[in-house]
């Protein structure tokens, strides 16, 4: 079934269907402290520089405090360095105008450039040293380090077909000269360091989360390769590192101490029948990253939090449907990619929420880099300009206003890139949680009009989850239908239900022992009662059921 991995969506009103897994010995998972998908407010966007040089771009991003000092007085005093057009290889540094919530690309207001596009890598893109075939064809991470005034630069081949395990690493001064590099993240000839895992985005971690967990290793490198081969991952990476302490500056080639803090293991059969054809759809369990496809696109990240909360995001465009490998038309005429290679359509934007204790767990070998897995993500479908393909990629943070810089590829007719913002906000939005948390098989709560409700639902671990919701006061005996038109008129499109879509009969199933059903964003006022149900079991037609959660309107 494929329709269970959309989140239908009626008049603006989200239902988010958030996976949760069990924590491995460690440090104690404390929910109170991870950041939530609705603590972000989304504040609206702005467009890169008009011209084809700016055009084709956002593959590398980095907020520089008081970049523009003298710009607007739109309090964002900040600049960026973006990478241009990514047929040329350059940098630039471009304002931060405020931005608008404008589904009207033309109506964005445009940044200003700062500094002139450059060769930020000082000649280094072309000139790879670690074979006669090894390549660079992107600068595909950028981050700016305040405590050295430099600007860090990762270059990339997304390509790779001989698996080169080639340096990527370099900085250059705040002006964008001066460049020196190029480095390797860990050691070579190691593979849970391969070029591949480590050659695309970066983004610092927490300051004091540094000194305290990771030796002060403060930046953070991560990749995903499409299909996750050739020394790949086979989901989003994270690897922590401070070149800094390696030299000042380390030898070109040197390798640089690293620590590996996520990755995913390549699986042949994850993506690959034994005959050597596609494997459509991996049984569960096959591949590490739940639902993996080859062509997921992982390309940046951020580490955000406020003054309890935090959390490590990672942005993207997550492939719904089933692998294929061949050209467009093959390929349920995919209309994303003209070109022949891996496809997956349709997709939807993702940002992928992950646990710092989860991490920590990984530092304390007690978990291993690829059992952790994010505990909620987050669908902007309704905030990208181009729901249907749009990707959203390279992603920086400022840390003193609290705000997420994210960019979204060909988001304009012309190939333009958006630049989206989300303010993380300390109060939660104000409204009071209901969080429904139990081992009995059969639970009634109440909640208050305007609250929000999150259900925690389980099942034995290893076993596939079924959920199915039923609104019987509204909709009674239509436990597995969508609401009518008729309904809708009616009821003026207030709610939105997670039932089914199409023929399909059940509307969301899992391979995991629990998940969380999170009615956070709707407004079930006047619903009278939900009855939330759990089974598991191999297929929808031996079902056994092991929980029901019964909500009642006060």
Not at 22 to 32: K, L, R, S, T
Not at 226 to 241: F, M, V
Not at 381 to 390: I, Y
Not at 472 to 479: E, H, S, Y
């Amino acid at each position: 079934m494929k329709s269970h991995r959309r989140t239908p969506k009626i008049s603006g009103i989200f239902v988010l269907i958030l996976c949760f897994f069990p924590a491995a010995p460690g440090v104690a998972q404390d929910e109170a402290r991870r950041l939530r998908a609705e603590d972000l407010a989304y504040q609206g966007a702005f467009a890169f520089p008009p011209g084809e040089e700016w055009a084709y771009s956002g593959q590398a991003l980095a907020y520089r405090p008081g970049g523009d000092p003298s710009g607007a007085a739109d309090g964002h005093p900040g600049s960026l360095y973006a990478a241009g057009n990514a047929t040329q290889d350059l940098v630039g540094e471009i304002s931060i105008p405020e931005p608008v919530a404008t589904r009207d690309f033309a109506a964005l207001p445009r940044a200003s450039v700062l500094r002139p596009l450059a060769d930020v890598t000082g000649g280094w893109i072309g000139n790879c040293t670690y074979d006669e075939e090894c390549v660079y064809r992107e600068v595909d991470g950028l981050e700016y380090l305040p405590q050295t005034d430099k600007v860090i630069w990762n270059l990339r081949d997304w390509y790779n077909a001989t698996a080169s395990d080639q340096d990527s690493l370099g900085w250059s001064e705040a002006d964008l000269t001066g460049a020196r590099g190029v480095w390797h993240i860990g050691p070579r000839g190691d593979e849970a360091f391969h070029n591949a895992k480590t050659c695309n985005y970066l983004f610092t971690a927490p300051a004091d989360f540094a000194s305290e967990h990771l030796d002060g290793k403060r930046l953070v490198a991560g990749n995903h390769r499409e299909g996750g081969a050739l020394g790949g991952s086979q989901g989003p990476t994270l690897y922590a590192l401070a070149p800094w302490e390696d030299g000042s500056p380390p030898a070109s080639g040197q390798d640089l101490d690293a620590v590996p803090l996520l990755y995913y293991r390549e699986f042949y059969e994850c993506v690959w029948e034994e005959n050597g054809d596609i494997k459509a759809n991996p049984e569960p369990g096959v591949c590490d990253f739940p639902d993996y496809r080859a062509v997921d696109r992982w390309e940046g990240g951020a580490w955000a939090r406020t003054a309890s909360r935090s959390a490590v995001l990672i942005f993207g465009r997550k492939a719904l449907g089933d692998n294929c490998y061949g050209e467009q038309e093959e390929c349920s005429g995919d209309p994303c990619s003209i070109y022949r290679g891996y496809h997956g359509y349709p997709y939807e934007p993702r940002i992928l929420f992950y646990d710092p204790q989860d991490l920590q767990n990984v530092l304390a070998g007690t978990r291993n880099p690829w059992e952790v897995l994010p505990y909620e993500t987050y669908r902007p479908t309704s905030e990208v300009f181009d729901a249907q393909c749009g990707v959203l990629a390279a992603a920086t943070w400022d840390e003193e206003r609290g705000l997420i810089y994210v960019a979204e590829q060909e988001a304009g007719p012309d190939g333009e890139t958006a630049v989206h913002v989300w303010q993380v906000r300390e109060d939660n939005g104000g409204r009071e949680v209901l969080t429904v948390d139990s081992d009995d098989p059969r639970v009634t709560a109440s909640y208050s009009p305007g609250q929000r409700v999150h259900i925690f639902c389980k099942a034995a671990q290893g076993r596939t989850l079924w959920v199915f919701v039923e609104a019987p006061r509204i909709l009674p005996g239509a436990r597995m239908a969508r609401p009518s038109d008729e309904y809708c008129r009616t009821h003026g499109n207030r709610y939105l239900f997670p039932f089914s879509e199409g023929d399909e009969e059940l509307y969301y199933a899992a391979s995991y022992g629990e998940s969380k059903i999170d009615f956070g964003e709707n407004d079930l006022t006047g619903l009278g009662e939900l009855v939330v149900t759990v089974a598991q079991g191999d297929s929808s037609r031996s079902l056994e059921t092991v929980q029901v959660v019964r909500l009642v309107e006060e």
